[in-house]
C-alpha cells in the first residue's frame, strides 16, 4: 500500500462519540470533590405530605404565604443551579474539553483579574496568603514517586499504530552513524512526492524546502533490480524539552556544527500533537499526519547522507555518513495530553495514559539519543506564561493563576495518584498556567523506565547562560561529534542568546515576591528528588539566578 493509497483515520471512537458520552453521575455517599460531574434530572416538583402552615409573616392571607413559599423556592433553586454549574465548569467533562493553544488563552476556571467580579483569591491579603500556603503544604504531603512502571507490550503499541511501525524497519543501514534506510519507491518517479504532506499545506516555510526537495526527490532515486528506492531517516537525537527552558538557543548553536543537521522548523511536534490530528491546539482535532509526511521533513539531510554513499559528496565538504539528524520539538518529554482521546483500551480507574511518546520511539529506536534542558522552574513557569499569554499580563494576574491552577491540582490529588494527576487531560487543559510542566522528575522518571541514564543528557539553562562553552562541549561529547576548529567553535558559543524575553514582557518586571515564595515551596520536593536521580545537587535551585 503506497503513501498515496493510506487513508490515516482515527483509532476507536470519533472526536463526536467522544462528545456525545453522558456524564458519570456521582451514585456514593462520598463528599463532592472538585473533579466529580453531577448530573441531575430535571423532574417535576413532588410535594409528599400537606403544605407546611403558613406562619412567620403570612398572616391570615393564604395568598401571600404561597407567594412567599414560591419566592424562597426560587432563590433556594437557583443556589443550588449556580453551585452545579460551577462544579461541572471547574470540572469539565474529560472527553469533552478540546485542548486550548495555552492555558493563558482560556481557562475553564473564571479568570479573577478579568475584572467583571471580585477575586476568588487575592494571595496579597493574610488571609488568602494562609489558605494557599495551606494548599501547597497539602500538596507537598501527597508528593510521592514511583520508580517503577507497568510497560506495555510491544504488540499492544504496534496494535495502536500498526501502520507506523510497517513503515520503519527494525534495522537500519550500515557504515551510517545516522538511522536511515532505504525504502521502495512504487509511485510515479515523475511526480510530486510531497503532494499530500499536511506540513506543507500548514507551514509557508516548508512550502519553501519542498520545492527545492521536489526537484532534487528524482535524481537522488536508487535504482536495484528494476525498483526505485528512496533514503529515509529518523533523528540521530531528540532535543525533548522544556519549553522555556532554552531548547531554542541550544538548537540555533547546534546547527552551526559542520556535522548537525535538523528538520526543515524546529518543532514538528509529530509525536505528541501532528500523528493525531493536533494542529493548533485551539481548532480541536484535523486529519492525522501519517508518518511519512513527518519522514519528509528529514530529506533535505537524508540526501547529503545519501551523496556520500553514492560517491557524490562534494569535494571539501565534511563526511556526509558522519553527519547526523536532530528534532526539537520542546513537547516531547512531557504532552501526552492527547492519549485521553485515542487509547480507549484505557479506563478511567487507571487515570494514566497507558502508552507514553517515549515507549513507541524506542521501541523503534532502541539506540536513540535525548538531551534535556531545564531551568528554575518557578522562573520557568513566569517565563511561560509571559511568552504564551496575550493579553491582559501582569504580575497580579500571573499571581492569580498560580493560585487557580494550586486548588486545581489539590483537587485533583484528593482522588488520584500525583502521577495520575500530571498525565491529567482535563487538569492541564483547566489549570490556567502549566505547572505540571515543572514537575521535570514525574518526566525524567517514566523515560529513565526505557532508557539509559547514558543515553539522557539532562543539562540547566542556568549554567548553559553563564557558560556556554562548557555546555557545548558536554553536547558535542554526547552527540560523539567532531571536533572544531577555533574559529567555528568561536562561532557556536560566542553568538547572543536565542529566544529572550521581549521588551514588553521584560517591562512588568519579575514575578511577586509571594508569588515566587509559594511556587518555592511547591516544586522544592520534586527538585529535591530530581537532583537525587541525577546525582547533582544544582538541581535543587537552592540559590536560583532569575534569567531573562
Request: glycine residues 4%; hydrophobic residues 35%.
Amino acid at each position: 500500500m503506497t503513501h498515496m493509497d493510506y487513508e490515516y483515520t482515527l483509532l476507536g471512537s470519533s472526536m463526536e462519540d467522544y462528545r456525545k458520552r453522558p456524564l458519570k453521575p456521582q451514585v456514593d455517599d462520598s463528599p463532592m470533590s472538585l473533579f466529580a460531574v453531577l448530573q441531575v434530572k430535571r423532574d417535576p416538583l413532588h410535594l409528599h405530605g400537606p403544605w407546611p402552615r403558613c406562619t412567620l409573616g403570612c398572616g391570615a392571607s393564604t395568598l401571600t404565604c404561597f407567594r412567599k413559599v414560591k419566592l424562597y423556592g426560587f432563590l433556594f433553586g437557583l443556589a443550588v443551579m449556580f453551585l452545579i454549574m460551577a462544579s461541572y465548569i471547574l470540572t469539565g467533562d474529560k472527553k469533552g474539553l478540546l485542548l486550548t493553544p495555552s492555558p493563558y488563552h482560556s481557562s475553564t476556571v473564571p479568570n479573577s483579574g478579568s475584572g467583571t467580579g471580585p477575586d476568588p483569591f487575592n494571595v496579597s491579603s493574610a488571609k488568602d496568603y494562609a489558605t494557599v500556603k495551606l494548599v501547597v503544604k497539602n500538596l507537598a504531603s501527597k508528593v510521592e514517586f514511583s520508580t517503577t512502571r507497568q510497560l506495555p507490550e510491544r504488540e499492544a503499541l504496534i496494535h495502536s499504530e500498526p501502520h507506523m511501525f510497517s513503515v520503519i524497519p527494525h534495522k537500519f543501514l550500515p557504515n551510517v552513524k545516522n538511522p536511515c534506510w532505504y525504502e521502495e519507491h512504487t509511485g510515479n518517479i515523475s511526480g510530486d512526492p510531497y503532494r499530500t504532506n499536511l506540513y506543507a499545506r500548514y507551514s509557508r516555510r516548508f512550502r519553501t524546502v519542498f520545492e527545492y526537495l521536489r526537484k532534487a526527490f528524482r535524481e537522488h532515486l536508487y535504482r536495484r533490480g528494476g525498483k526505485y528506492y528512496r533514503i529515509r531517516c529518523l533523528p540521530y537525537f531528540y532535543i525533548i524539552g522544556q519549553p522555556k527552558c532554552g531548547t531554542t538557543d541550544l538548537y540555533d548553536r547546534l546547527q552551526l556544527h559542520p556535522e548537525v543537521r535538523f528538520t526543515t522548523f524546529k518543532e514538528p511536534h509529530w509525536w505528541t500533537r501532528k500523528r493525531f490530528g493536533i494542529i493548533r491546539l485551539s481548532e480541536g482535532f484535523h486529519d492525522r499526519y501519517p508518518v511519512e509526511d513527518y519522514l519528509d521533513l528529514f530529506d533535505l539531510a537524508a540526501y547529503q547522507i545519501q551523496d556520500n554513499l553514492m560517491g557524490n559528496a562534494h569535494s571539501g565538504a565534511p563526511e556526509q555518513h558522519n553527519i547526523i539528524i536532530g528534532e526539537a520539538s520542546a513537547s516531547t518529554m512531557w504532552d501526552n495530553n492527547a492519549w485521553a482521546y485515542f487509547y480507549d483500551n484505557s479506563t478511567e480507574a487507571e487515570a494514566e495514559p497507558p502508552f507514553l511518546i517515549q515507549d513507541f520511539i524506542h521501541t523503534l529506536q532502541p539506540d536513540a539519543r535525548f538531551i534535556v534542558m531545564l531551568r528554575d522552574p518557578v522562573e520557568r513557569l513566569y517565563s511561560d506564561y509571559l511568552y504564551f499569554g496575550i493579553t491582559n499580563k501582569s504580575v497580579e494576574d500571573f499571581q492569580d493563576k498560580v493560585s487557580e491552577s494550586l486548588q486545581l491540582f489539590e483537587g485533583c490529588l484528593t482522588e488520584y495518584t500525583m502521577r495520575s494527576c500530571v498525565y491529567n487531560t482535563t487538569l492541564n487543559n483547566a489549570m490556567p498556567v502549566r505547572l505540571q510542566v515543572g514537575l521535570y522528575i514525574v518526566y525524567i522518571l517514566d523515560w529513565l523506565t526505557v532508557y539509559s541514564r547514558e543515553q539522557i543528557l539532562v543539562l540547566r539553562l542556568e549554567d548553559h547562560a553563564s557558560n556556554r562553552k562548557y555546555t557545548m562541549h558536554q553536547v558535542f561529547d554526547f552527540l560523539n561529534l567532531g571536533l572544531l576548529t577555533e574559529q567555528k567553535e568561536a562561532e557556536i558559543t560566542k553568538s547572543p542568546a536565542s529566544n529572550t524575553r521581549r521588551p514588553a514582557d521584560k517591562n512588568l518586571g519579575p514575578m511577586l515576591p509571594v508569588t515566587k515564595e509559594i511556587l518555592r515551596d511547591f516544586y522544592t520536593p520534586f527538585n529535591k528528588k530530581l537532583a537525587k536521580v541525577l546525582r547533582n545537587d544544582s538541581f535543587r535551585w537552592d540559590n536560583p539566578s532569575e534569567l531573562i
